[in-house]
């Protein structure tokens, strides 16, 4: 090696050695079972899929938020409303935050259904979209080229769906 090794450089290997293994590429395999069917349901595999938010519109969401914090705080030490006032514009502020934050999710996961729906050999078993977490099923091909979606931000076990 030419250096240490970066935080980049370890995550982009791990996520090389995932899509590998999850397209079926694995040889490691015990007597009782065959190589590459370790993660197999009905001749395919179970994974979590983590839908991507997009960033721009949630931190426009988040700069608006702040905004309204400290036009609040100026009213307040203003006078022109008093900290009971303030504090509910913030909490209205916060709500509508998550609420932003939420409706993003909820696109980037009926996008990926979508998706799913649009190809041969994938199946959503299960959504989680507050969490933007979906279970899918199917072939190890079919589910590595989910990556290459905006909405998609990573591919992990199906066990960690499971831990929501």
């Given at each position: 090696m030419n250096g240490p090794l970066t935080r980049r450089t370890l995550l982009g290997a791990g996520?090389?050695?995932a899509a590998l293994s999850v397209a079926g590429?694995?040889?490691l395999s015990t007597d009782d079972e065959p190589a590459g069917q370790s993660d197999a349901v009905d001749g395919g595999?179970?994974?979590a899929v983590v839908a991507e938010i997009d960033q721009a519109q949630l931190e426009a969401a988040e700069q608006d938020v702040q905004e309204t914090q400290q036009e609040a705080?100026?009213?307040?030490?203003?006078?022109e409303i008093d900290e009971e006032?303030?504090?509910?514009?913030v909490q209205e502020a916060q709500a509508e935050f998550e609420a932003t934050r939420a409706e993003l999710l909820e696109a980037a996961v009926s996008a990926i259904e979508s998706h799913a729906d649009d190809v041969s050999g994938l199946t959503i078993a299960g959504t989680e979209p507050e969490f933007g977490?979906?279970?899918?099923e199917g072939e190890g091909d079919s589910i590595v080229e989910m990556l290459a979606l905006d909405?998609?931000?990573a591919i992990v076990d199906s066990a960690e769906y499971d831990a929501i």
């Open positions: 996520g090389s050695a590429c694995s040889e595999h179970e994974v705080q100026a009213e307040l030490q203003a006078g006032e303030a504090e509910e514009i977490a979906l279970l899918v909405d998609v931000q």
